[in-house]
């Protein structure tokens, strides 16, 4: 059995693109295995624990292999999923104009207790529900995601410097709604 791990995504590509279902569907796993962790953090950071980010999360990945299948080019894996993700997504909205934004499971820099770091998860995903949704689908790209502004820009498909003022009037409103609790908890 061949190791598809060493192999590149640009390999993997080619083996799910030109072989058997066998070698397809190992290659397509390893693909798989390689972003969907990430894949996952951000439906999950946009949406919630909700099936909606499960659904979106697993049309990401079918659209990968359809895109694959039918010989589209992908040079950026990773890229190429976050931008379909954030595409279903909005194309949700659009068609619902419903809003099914929960976050969860932020990560604390406080290990003081957990009933503290709770309360705090609690604040930022208030303070991150108070935001414009293009500040906070940036400022999470950059935070959560740790894409450059650069391939922010080219997933939003907007300048790189309208990306900056996103995550710096993002950064500013959370600090500015955070502030007061963070001062009165010390």
Not at 23 to 40: D, G, M, Q, T, V
Request: aromatic share 12%; glycine share 2%.
């Amino acid at each position: 059995m061949i190791n598809y791990r060493n192999y590149s995504d640009k390999e993997l590509i080619e083996t799910v693109y030109k072989s058997n279902d066998e070698s397809k569907s190992i290659a397509f796993s390893e693909l798989y295995n390689r972003y969907s962790y990430n894949i996952f953090h951000y439906c999950r950071k946009i949406f919630g624990e909700g099936n909606f980010a499960k659904d979106v999360f697993q049309d990401s990945f079918l659209n990968l292999l359809k895109s694959i299948e039918s010989g589209i080019q992908i040079s950026n894996v990773k890229g190429f999923l976050l931008k379909t993700a954030r595409n279903l997504s909005l194309n949700h909205r659009r068609n619902e104009k419903v809003q099914l934004i929960e976050f969860e499971d932020f990560h604390s820099i406080f290990n003081e207790n957990d009933l503290e770091n709770k309360e705090l998860e609690l604040m930022i995903e208030t303070a991150l529900e108070l935001l414009p949704e293009e500040h906070k689908e940036a400022f999470i790209l950059q935070v959560f995601e740790e894409l450059s502004y650069q391939e922010i820009s080219e997933l939003i498909e907007v300048p790189i410097s309208t990306v900056r003022n996103r995550v710096v009037r993002a950064k500013s409103k959370l600090r500015e709604i955070l502030t007061p609790y963070l001062e009165y908890s010390r």
